[in-house]
C-alpha cells in the first residue's frame, strides 16, 4: 500500500517535470535566437551560476530534498532512496493519504503550488530536478561552446602561423640570395645558387606543408 502510493506519487513528479522541462527548453531555444555567438556563452555562465544558487537554497531549505539531489536519475528516486525516511511523520502520512487518481494537472499547470498543501514541498521537488536538468543542459551547451571557440582559436592560429611563415620564408629567401649573389667564384654561379636557394627552400615548404596538414587534420 505505502509502495504503491509513493510509487504513484513518483508518477506525477514525472509527468510534472516533463512538462515543465520541456517549457524551459523552449525558453531556452527563443533566448539563443535572440543572442549572438558572444553573448551567449556569457548568458549560459550566469544562468548555470544563478541555477545552481537555487538548487543549493532548495536543499538548505528543505533538507529532505538532499537524498535524491544527486540521484534524481534515478528511477524510481522518492522510493529508492532515503526521501521517505528523511521526511517527518506528517508529512509522509500525507503522501499516504493523498488520492492520485483526482490530481488535475490542468490546475498544477496554472499554479505550481496549488497542491503543496496535500503534497508537501511537491511544486519544491518538481522545481529541483527541473533545475538539476536544466543545470546539465547549460552544462552541455558549456561544453559546446568552449570546444566551439577552442576550435575557432586552433583555425585563426594556423591561419597567421601560416601567413607569419610564408612572410618568413621570401624575406630569408631575398638576404640569403644576396649574400650569395655578391660571392663570384666562377661563371654561372648565379643561376646555380639560385637553383640550390629554390631547393633549399622547395624542401623546406614540403616539410612545413606535412606540419600544417597534420596541425590541419588535429583541429
Known sequence: MVEKQFISLQKLIDRCVQ???????EALSLKKAYLNAEQRPVYIR???FRITEELVSMNQQIP???SFAFDWKTPNFIWETTFIENLLPEVRRKYIAFPYTDFDDK??????VTYDETLPYFSIII????CSKYLEQYRRNQQYNNISLLRD??????YFFCKSYKRMYFLCFNEINKIFLEWSFFPGQ???MQFVIIAIFFYLHCKFLRIR???????
Open 46 to 48: 550566469k544562468e548555470i
Open 64 to 66: 529532505a530534498l538532499k
Open 107 to 112: 490546475r498544477y499547470f496554472e499554479n505550481s
Open 19 to 25: 512538462h515543465d522541462y520541456d517549457a524551459l527548453k
Open 127 to 130: 522545481k529541483l530536478v527541473v
Open 190 to 192: 648565379k643561376f646555380v
Open 153 to 158: 582559436s586552433k583555425f585563426y592560429f594556423f
Open 213 to 219: 596538414i597534420v596541425i590541419y587534420i588535429n583541429i
